[in-house]
């Protein structure tokens, strides 16, 4: 066996590796029998029904959505401002801005998670809905500022430069030039905001009040117990909108730009 047959195998065990317990979680959401395991005894959908009626699991995605769509709208809001800002214009600590933006990336989610809790509660501020959103959004901002920038940079300042000088205002400009061809990567940006929001766990344990649970967090918390059927019924919602969502968004997005052609 050459080196090329022993990377091939190795790429395929560390993928099989890495979705097999994906794949369980979806084939036992289907599973009719109630001690979620296998062997799988049958077909039912039950699961799924039991979600719709557990009231607590209902407010916790209710939470998620909330949380990720305003996640979602702030950091996309800030992203493009803050691409604006670092691509088209110069000025003095523009590097150390930059690295401030990119820096959640970097460092380790606890770490910043009671860094954030440790400063609050100096400044006596309890544990909000508030500063679970600002956290989140701390969290998401560099990816939607990284993957703005990328696109701002392949658009060139002339199309805005022809538009002032045939009468329109900066405002204008913007909203009818650099923001239509700025659109796929602000869609990408706001799906990435999104999806780390909704499916966040390590950083929403230490900001999130009392009372309040997450997707994420409810499952943490029924694992406490058992695994229920129930968990493997969420896990696969769980993965159909932070899986399929992007991917969803990824085709439209191609179609668009196709049709655009």
Do not use: C
Not at 24 to 38: D, H, I, K, T, W
């Amino acid at each position: 066996m050459n080196s090329w047959s022993l990377l091939r195998a190795y790429t395929i065990f560390v993928y099989v590796f890495m979705f097999a317990p994906i794949a369980v979680v979806l084939l036992l959401a289907f599973n009719s029998s109630q001690f979620g395991g296998f062997p799988i005894e049958g077909f039912s959908l039950q699961w799924f029904g039991k979600l719709l009626e557990n009231e607590a699991i209902v407010r916790a995605f209710k939470t998620s959505m909330l949380l990720g769509l305003l996640t979602s709208l702030i950091a996309t809001t800030l992203g493009i401002l803050a691409s604006l800002a670092l691509v088209r214009y110069r000025f003095r600590g523009k590097d150390w801005i930059t690295t401030v933006l990119i820096l959640p990336v970097l460092v380790p989610e606890t770490v910043l998670a009671v860094g954030l809790l440790i400063f609050l509660r100096w400044l006596s501020m309890p544990r909000s809905f508030a500063l679970l959103l600002l956290g989140h959004t701390i969290i998401a901002l560099p990816f939607v500022v990284l993957v703005v920038q990328a696109r701002l940079v392949g658009i060139k300042r002339q199309y805005e430069e022809a538009a002032r000088s045939l009468g329109a205002n900066p405002l204008q400009a913007f909203f009818q030039i650099t923001l239509p061809l700025l659109m796929p990567a602000v869609f990408a940006g706001a799906l990435f905001a999104f999806t780390i929001s909704f499916d966040n766990i390590t950083a929403t344990i230490f900001w999130r009040p009392s009372g309040v649970e997450t997707v994420p967090t409810q499952i943490f918390g029924m694992l406490r117990n058992s695994v229920s059927p129930e968990i493997n019924a969420l896990g696969f919602v769980m993965i159909v909108i932070t899986v399929g969502l992007p991917l969803m968004a990824g085709g439209l997005a191609r179609y668009f730009a196709h049709k655009r052609r």
